[in-house]
T-cell receptor, first 113, second 114 residues
């Protein structure tokens, strides 16, 4: 069975500080993809960053980086220099070899001025 | 290049009515996925379609729900005889035929059943 776990229902971070959002996954697939999406209060799902299971280097996209630890099956999202506009729900997701996506329950991030 | 489009954005139905949700994938994308997000939860996969074919409907409830992606026109998620528990946000995503690195999501349709 595929499973994504996000253990932090809510997180707070001071503006301009860095924050790490945790994500662990469980799969027996050898090839899979890991994703983070942002869902602001307006409701849309915004793709942030992708990491393939065979990628040796951690993915980075601007202020977002994915701390991929394959042996631990973790794919934590690091947001550097937090901005007020980063306040949103963040979902970790995994794509399996059948191209099906599985989502975690999300972490609500609040950036404090 | 327009993104994934969904309409309506908000839909209100009374119990027993039918709900039709539409999704137009990004240009050049032939794979469509539907997800349901219940309040305070993450997205749950429902169905994966390609043009004129249902590839995987393992997440679709066995009754009242159906989906199609015709050769021409948008993909349709149809919910017959809606009940209050169907109230949720329904998201559509699409991906290109050759690239499955990610799925691009539409803005969602928020269904409220009174």
């Amino acid at each position: 069975a595929q499973k994504i776990t996000q253990t932090q229902p809510g997180m707070f971070v001071q503006e301009k500080e860095a924050v790490t959002l945790d994500c662990t996954y469980d799969t027996s697939d050898q090839s899979y993809g890991l994703f983070w999406y942002k869902q602001p209060s307006s409701g849309e799902m915004i793709f942030l960053i992708y990491q393939g299971s065979y990628d040796e280097q951690n993915a980075t996209e601007g202020r977002y980086s994915l701390n991929f630890q394959k042996a631990r099956k973790s794919a934590n999202l690091v947001i550097s220099a937090s901005q007020l506009g980063d306040s949103a729900m963040y979902f970790c997701a995994m794509r399996d070899t059948g191209n099906q996506f599985y989502f975690g329950t999300g972490t609500s991030l609040t950036v404090i001025p | 290049n327009a993104g994934v489009m969904q309409n309506p954005r908000h839909l209100v139905r009374r119990r027993g009515q039918e709900a039709r949700l539409r999704c137009s994938p990004m240009k050049g994308h032939s794979h469509v996925y539907w997800y349901r997000q219940l309040p305070e939860e993450g997205l749950k996969f429902m169905v994966y379609l390609q043009k004129e074919n249902i590839i995987d409907e393992s997440g679709m409830p066995k009754e009242r729900f159906s989906a199609e992606f015709p050769k021409e026109g948008p993909s349709i998620l149809r919910i017959q005889q809606v009940v209050r528990g169907d109230s949720a946000a329904y998201f559509c995503a699409s991906s290109p035929q050759a690239d499955t690195d990610t799925q691009y999501f539409g803005p969602g349709t928020r269904l409220t059943v009174l």
